[in-house]
């Protein structure tokens, strides 16, 4: 699986959106971009996956560059409870779900 | 979303001794589970593949014998952390996925290993 690079903290308002960047420069053509993020003390949870295309659920967005070496996960309006750390992962479609955990990058909402 | 439930959530032992950690898959059937450690201010780290109705397999520099895997049904992995010492304690998590390739995986909520 090919790594990422991530920046290891970031500082957010509360209520303002979060950009969290992730570059994946030596992704191949049929890996998947995963964000996973853990709060303190608890296992990680499943946010949002892409290949291509942008993507959007209820929790977060996720905008991947059109040559597909980086990528960005927004949550629109941070609350406190975002505060976590955040895992970008890249993986193989045909990979299961095996992963492969980077350091992440901590953010940390202010009120 | 799917559910995977680990149990305990909470464990001390004492030096010496056993300690089992179960990861159950609630609503879905998991052919495939997958344990990770992780200690204070670090990442994961994959220790081992669980797969139903074989065989454990681990990744380099974990130790086979110290952590016993079995995986009896589709539902349910278990870790045992056998003859447990301090540099044992951790944060142990599991995860598991539906069956297909590129499903996300659903992580348990961990558990914190004391040995004293």
């Known amino acids: 699986d090919a790594k990422t690079t991530q920046p290891p903290s970031m500082d957010c308002a509360e209520g303002r959106a979060a950009n969290l960047p992730c570059n994946h420069s030596t992704i191949s053509g049929n890996e998947y971009v995963y964000w996973y993020r853990q709060i303190h003390s608890q296992g990680p949870q499943y946010i949002i996956h892409?290949?291509?295309n942008n993507e959007t659920n209820e929790m977060a967005s996720l905008i991947i560059t059109e040559d597909r070496k980086s990528s960005t996960l927004i949550l629109p309006h941070a609350t406190l409870r975002d505060t976590a750390v955040y895992y970008c992962i890249v993986r193989a479609f045909t990979s299961g779900s095996r992963l492969t955990f980077g350091e992440g990058t901590q953010l940390t909402v202010n009120p | 979303g799917a559910v995977v439930s680990q149990h305990p959530s909470r464990v001390i032992c004492k030096s010496g001794t056993s300690v089992k950690i179960e990861c159950r898959s609630l609503?879905?059937?998991?052919?495939?589970m997958f344990w990770y450690r992780q200690f204070p201010k670090k990442s994961l780290m994959l220790m081992a593949t669980s797969n139903e109705g074989s065989k454990a397999t681990y990744e380099q520099g974990v130790e086979k014998d110290k952590f016993l895997i079995n995986h009896a049904s589709l539902t349910l992995s278990t870790l045992t952390v056998t003859s447990a010492h301090p540099e044992d304690s951790s944060f142990y998590i599991c995860?598991?996925?539906?069956?297909?390739?590129?499903?996300?995986?659903?992580f348990g909520q961990g558990t914190r290993l004391t040995v004293v």
């Open positions: 995860s598991a996925s539906r069956s297909g390739a590129g499903t996300e995986a659903f």
């Open positions: 609503d879905f059937q998991a052919t495939t």
């Open positions: 892409g290949l291509k």
